[in-house]
């Protein structure tokens, strides 16, 4: 088993009555809510807890990408990365991942996650996910209807400025250019680890099967509800003659642990809520354009396991509809796993055996919780769940999909006080 720690960087100071007096937490929030002085103190604090978790011994610390929001200030996880490759030794940085369609030429991508991978001596694992409609539709001005074909275009440009020993030419749809020859090259050959976040979509799951990715299903709503869509993944890979590895799969999944039970129902309950409350106060308008979900897709979701999935995410977030989601609740639907470590260890182990999944990605900070209780969280889960879940599925699975760094790495010289 691979352990992620894995951090949205949410904005922690929006006001009580987000959800009564703002539309959305996405795109068009409100600039005036986003205090600067307050986003110093947040990224620093925010890259001091991914410090301190691989210090923990996490097997890896993880990034993502958007844009507009207050729910996760990284529009640039490379800069998170190119930071954390610095400070950190020996965790994988896992960036889950650049939303290829977005970048024009989508060269860039390949030249920084190159950066990245020459900077932490090979610990890179490259997320290449097609990006959410907020951020690529709404807040960059995509087409939906010609995203992903944006999105497969810039994969093979990627895929083959890494692995071409010559400069090229490319003529694409979307992108012509004349001299493809990016220097630096990525140091794992013929190229880092690619996993591919996905939502359920029976294409991303075909897809990563052809070319032997993992698919990382990123779920706000917890083991329970990610069930249909993890069983559907599986269906699919033995449709298509693959074997069971469950490296091949990555699952999200919040967790807050204390030393006893009561504890963690008190103590997580306001991060929780102010997360479901107000992180996730997304408007209607900007969740599905037109274009954006393929036909094959639509398709799908009448017939096969997607539309299970489809249904119990739909239920879920009914579940949210009340006016402040209360933490019981939460708790009750999976959304987090809270309780004793032993708790938490049994119940991890109980969902990384359900739903077959080799790389856990778990928030030990969510919402607005404090730099004091996300270190007490992330501690407790390193002394006392990780060594209780970290043998499953080694001595049956090997893990492909896991970076391979140098092993003579240099080291970077200690800051000045």
């Given amino acids: 088993m691979k352990v992620c720690f894995f951090h949205l960087m949410p904005y922690t100071d929006l006001p009580e009555d987000f959800r009564e007096r703002y539309p959305s937490v996405w795109v068009d929030i409100d600039p005036k809510l986003f205090d600067p002085v307050r986003g110093h103190e947040l990224y620093n604090e925010f890259l001091d807890e991914l410090e301190y978790a691989a210090e923990m011994g996490f097997d890896g610390i993880c990034v993502n990408e958007h844009h507009a929001n207050a729910y996760g200030l990284m529009p640039s996880p490379n800069l998170m990365a190119a930071a954390l490759a610095r400070r950190t030794k020996d965790a994988a940085i896992v960036v889950m991942g650049n939303s290829l369609a977005l970048y024009n030429p989508p060269t860039r991508v390949a030249e920084e996650f190159a950066m990245i991978d020459c900077i932490s001596g090979g610990r890179l694992v490259a997320g290449f996910p097609v990006g959410t409609p907020m951020d690529t539709c709404y807040a960059y001005g995509q087409n939906p209807s010609t995203l992903r074909a944006r999105y497969y275009e810039a994969h093979d440009l990627i895929l083959r400025a890494w692995t071409t020993d010559e400069p090229f030419v490319f003529h694409g749809r979307f992108n012509q250019l004349r001299y493809v020859n990016p220097w630096p090259r990525p140091v794992q050959r013929p190229h880092p680890p690619i996993w591919i976040p996905g939502g359920g979509s029976v294409e991303t799951w075909r897809w990563c099967a052809e070319k032997d990715y993992v698919y990382s299903y990123l779920s706000y709503f917890g ?182 760094p140098l092993e003579k790495r240099a080291v970077p010289r200690e800051a000045a006080a």
């Fill in 223 to 404: 083991y329970k509800a990610g069930e249909a869509t993890m069983k559907g993944f599986w269906q699919e890979m033995d449709r298509l003659g693959k074997d069971r590895n469950p490296y091949r799969a990555g699952f999200l999944q919040f967790v807050g642990v204390a030393e006893t039970t009561a504890e963690a129902m008190d103590i997580y309950r306001e991060p929780a809520e102010y997360f479901y409350g107000r992180c996730l106060h997304v408007d209607t308008r900007w969740v599905n354009p037109p274009g954006y979900v393929t036909e094959g897709t639509l398709r799908a979701r009448v017939k096969s396991m997607v539309a299970q999935a489809a249904d119990q995410a739909s239920q879920a977030n009914k579940a949210l509809s009340f006016a402040k989601p209360e933490f019981r609740h939460i708790v009750e639907q999976g959304f987090v796993i809270a309780g004793n470590p032993d708790e938490v260890a049994d119940k991890l182990r109980e969902v990384a055996r359900n739903l077959n999944v080799g790389h856990l990605m778990l928030l030990l900070q969510f919402g607005n919780m404090s730099r004091e209780l996300t270190t007490y969280n992330t501690e407790l889960f390193a002394r006392r769940v990780l060594p209780q879940i970290r043998d499953l599925f080694d001595d049956e699975w090997e893990d492909r999909w896991w970076p391979r």
